[in-house]
């Protein structure tokens, strides 16, 4: 984990979300509708701004990536709930294995669509063999149903085979939260 990392990901919505995931590492994960918008984004006043005071704030520099989005959900009453909780799962795609992941990862989305209290779900691809989950919730219970859910046990059951490193899941505390749907 990094002292910060700042996620630039291509969706067709603006959503924002900042997490905590210990007093020390912090993460910024923003989905932009177009890369234009992303890279205005990333060249504008709230990137310079961060860029400025990160060695104020930061033990590093900030660590700023494009991901793209492969699959997403965000529920309709995200506009009236606002998460709490949140899981980051990074994955890494054996040699060979990174077409399994992506296609993991996209039939993902159906089982997490049976799972209510799975208020907003990210899968992403960073580059040809990184890979990762984002996902928010607004209560303990649901955080803990996901993780006990399908979409994890499949995740587990299939690590062995298509993952190059252990699974690191990684819970956090959502801080901020901008939602358009």
Same mark, same amino acid.
């Given at each position: ?21 210990? =007093? ?62 949140? #899981? ?30 799975? #208020? ?9 063999? =990184? ?29 062995? =085979?298509? #993952? ?18």
């Amino acid at each position: 984990m990094y002292p910060l990392i700042h996620s630039f990901i291509q969706l067709t919505r603006l959503d924002r979300y900042g997490a905590m995931f210990s =007093e020390t590492e912090y993460a910024i994960f923003d989905t932009f509708p177009t890369t234009s918008g992303r890279d205005t984004h990333l060249n504008g006043r709230v990137a310079a701004a961060l860029t400025a005071n990160a060695p104020t704030l930061l033990t590093s520099g900030p660590e700023i990536d494009k991901i793209d989005i492969l699959a997403a959900l965000v529920r309709p009453e995200s506009k009236l709930l606002t998460p709490t909780l949140g #899981l980051h799962v990074p994955l890494v795609a054996k040699p060979g294995k990174s077409d399994a992941v992506k296609n993991f990862l996209i039939s993902a989305l159906s089982l997490v669509e049976k799972e209510p209290q799975t #208020l907003q779900w990210f899968a992403y691809q960073k580059s040809e063999t =990184e890979f990762g989950i984002f996902d928010t919730f607004t209560t303990e219970s649901g955080r803990q149903a996901h993780l006990n859910g399908k979409v994890a046990a499949a995740l587990v059951q299939n690590a062995d =085979e298509l #993952l190059g490193q252990p699974l690191d899941i990684q819970e956090a505390d959502i801080l901020a939260v901008k939602v358009i749907v």
